[in-house]
């Protein structure tokens, strides 16, 4: 029988959706300038207040990839199955997962060039002081940005229209920027709040950014937030691959 | 670009004349069990589909012989669509049975035999006509070298390097139609490819599909304009999900003594309509 997964359609996906995004340039513009314009911002809100920056600055590095990349991937997911080029993958000999791993390969790719951007300017120029290792928070910042696609992909699906995918963002994404420990810490939240923010993987971005943060080496913490970002991507885009159903109504 | 004509099980399929020799072979080896190769192109069996709530095909059971240019005609909502993407394995389907080439429609196997075209264009406005029919390409294991001369095909030859979403309407359907062509599958099943095309490229794509089904491929067309039904060597005349006529143009002509499709087609509806008018009385 057929491989449910063939590198060589993967990487056809890949290929495309790079290729269209190299000519979107405005897109492709926005994905590198808004995180660094948002970044500059909050900089020079806490004008000279380093410790206030400092506080605020891991986490929004998180959460700024994380819901940019959320937003483009069910829109363009969304695209894909409106324009009725969808259904036409669906009659090749394409895997499903081929399809959301080709996204996911080449929103990564975007992702690494935005994170990398967004850490040497704000490591680099605005002055965020970080112990451990810079890399580790470009890492870390590119898992979030690819679990921002993840769940873009999965939730993209159940979108019939634009309207629906742009409400997935308030949806899905806004509840997990409130319970991530960026306004309260996540410790001081309520019984029932801490267990369901224990729950979304957007916490785990802010933990790990704050101990890369905090610590000067690689911790087994990290090693743990690290792990459950990584793996709830792996899981949206199974979900994802498993909710695509080759017929529909 | 390299050309990957190592995997090209989608041509393999198509040398016609050594396969029908095979076919004859095989027959005379064993009259008994009779080659799946045999079949006819499409066998449907009291196929059922409901969209929404609303039943779409009732109960219809055909065949589509291979080799053959067969249209599929009828008004708008008649259930054309809905029977293609049946066809092709994209359709839920209630209850009935659709076999295409010998299996079961949708089978993985039949995703590389079989060329789709949606009735809007379906390739990507965003990538030029040579990047759509790249990308494609390597998912139907298509060698590369098939690329030009689907182009050719569809006489987008000049156009290679266009972005799809600068082009006309007709010429954007034209490159949805060479995607399908990729691969030279064993059948294609083309959802209205001729809508908006001038005289000139609509007589020279129906050449084409001729040529096609001389050389062994089956073609499944459908279209709302009657005065394609002459060039179709079978017709296949669907109303409200009801199959109201399956002939060739000659006969449907002869039978109802029509001047033309149109009429036939008229003629076969109001004859239907008078039965059903009797039954009750």
């Not at chain 1, 087994?220 to 159903?245: E, F, K, P, Y």
């Amino acid at each position: 029988m057929r491989a449910p997964m063939a590198p060589a359609a993967t990487l056809a996906v890949t290929t495309r959706v790079l290729n269209q995004l190299r000519r979107d340039h405005r897109t492709m513009a926005m994905l590198i300038v808004i995180p660094c314009v948002l970044l500059t911002l909050l900089w020079w809100m806490f004008d000279g207040d380093d410790q206030t920056f400092n506080r605020f600055g891991p986490p929004l590095l998180a959460m700024f990839p994380f819901i940019i990349m959320f937003l483009v991937t069910s829109v363009t997911t969304l695209r894909e199955r409106s324009s009725g080029t969808l259904e036409r993958l669906l009659t090749t000999p394409m895997g499903k997962a081929d399809l959301l791993a080709g996204y996911a390969l080449a929103f990564g790719a975007v992702a690494v060039l935005q994170a990398v951007v967004a850490v040497v300017l704000t490591v680099g120029l605005l002055g965020m002081d970080v112990r451990g290792p810079i890399w580790v928070l470009a890492v870390v910042a590119v898992l979030d940005a690819i679990l921002g696609s993840a769940l873009g992909l999965l939730v993209s699906a159940f979108a019939a229209t634009e309207f629906q995918a742009v409400q997935f963002m308030p949806a899905f994404v806004l509840p997990q920027v409130l319970l991530c420990g960026l306004f309260v810490p996540r410790e001081s939240l309520p019984d029932v709040l801490s267990v369901v923010s224990d729950v979304l993987p957007l916490s785990y971005a802010v933990d790990a950014m704050r101990e890369v943060q905090t610590e000067s080496s690689w911790t087994s913490g990290l090693s743990v937030d690290v792990g459950v970002i990584a793996g709830s991507g792996l899981v949206a885009l199974a979900l994802a691959s498993a909710t695509l159903r080759r017929r529909t109504a | 670009m390299t050309n990957n004509s190592g995997v090209t099980p989608r041509s393999a399929h198509v040398v016609p004349r050594h396969r029908a020799d095979h076919r004859a072979d095989s027959e005379q080896q064993s009259p008994v069990a009779r080659p799946l190769d045999a079949e006819a192109a499409v066998v449907v069996e009291r196929l059922h589909v409901a969209r929404g709530g609303r039943t779409v095909l009732p109960e219809l059971s055909f065949t589509v012989p291979r080799g053959q240019v067969t249209g599929l005609l009828g008004p708008s909502g008649g259930g054309k669509t809905t029977l293609m993407r049946a066809l092709v394995g994209v359709q839920r389907v209630t209850s009935g049975q659709v076999r295409v080439l010998g299996l079961p429609a949708g089978t993985p196997a039949l995703r590389s035999r079989v060329g789709y075209v949606t009735q809007s264009p379906s390739v990507y406005g965003d990538l030029t006509v040579a990047e759509n029919l790249r990308f494609f390409a390597r998912l139907l294991h298509a060698p590369f070298t098939d690329i030009e001369a689907v182009v050719g095909q569809v006489d987008l030859a000049g156009h290679a390097d266009d972005l799809v979403q600068r082009l006309s309407g007709g010429q954007r359907s034209r490159v949805s139609l060479a995607v399908a062509l990729l691969g030279r599958p064993e059948m294609l099943v083309l959802d209205e490819p001729t809508v908006g095309l001038d005289p000139v490229l609509r007589r020279d794509l129906w050449e084409m599909f001729h040529r096609l089904a001389d050389e062994g491929t089956t073609l499944l067309v459908s279209s709302h304009v009657m005065d394609e039904a002459t060039r179709c060597d079978r017709l296949l005349l669907l109303r409200e999900g009801e199959l109201v006529a399956d002939d060739s143009p000659g006969v449907l002509l002869d039978r109802t003594g029509a001047v033309d499709v149109e009429s036939a087609f008229l003629a076969v509806i109001d004859a239907r309509t008078d039965r059903r008018a009797e039954v009750p009385a």
